[in-house]
């Protein structure tokens, strides 16, 4: 059980210690990010936020609501 435990440790560390290689080594380094809204190519693709798709569809379902209620 012990070696399990250290075991995952190291693998663990080794994979921070590669995470923070670009943060560390490059001056004014730091992380990308990671958000949709950031991504050129999703925004070229036309795929956003989880949260702003929700958005648009009340949107939407609220407009067919009045105009149904129009008629």
């Known amino acids: 059980m012990f070696e399990l435990s250290v075991i995952s ?3 663990i560390a080794i994979g ?3 995470l923070c290689v670009k943060v560390i080594f ?3 380094g730091s992380f990308t990010s990671q958000h949709i809204h950031d991504s050129e190519a999703m925004r070229e ?3 956003h ?3 702003d ?4 569809m009340r949107r ?3 407009l067919a ?3 149904k209620i129009k008629r």
């Open 9 to 11: 440790a190291l693998i």
């Open 16 to 18: 921070v210690a590669f």
């Open 65 to 67: 609501v009045d105009e």
């Open 26 to 28: 490059r001056k004014n």
């Open 45 to 47: 693709r036309g795929i």
């Open 49 to 51: 936020c989880v949260l």
């Open 53 to 56: 798709q929700d958005r648009e």
């Open 60 to 62: 939407r379902s609220s």
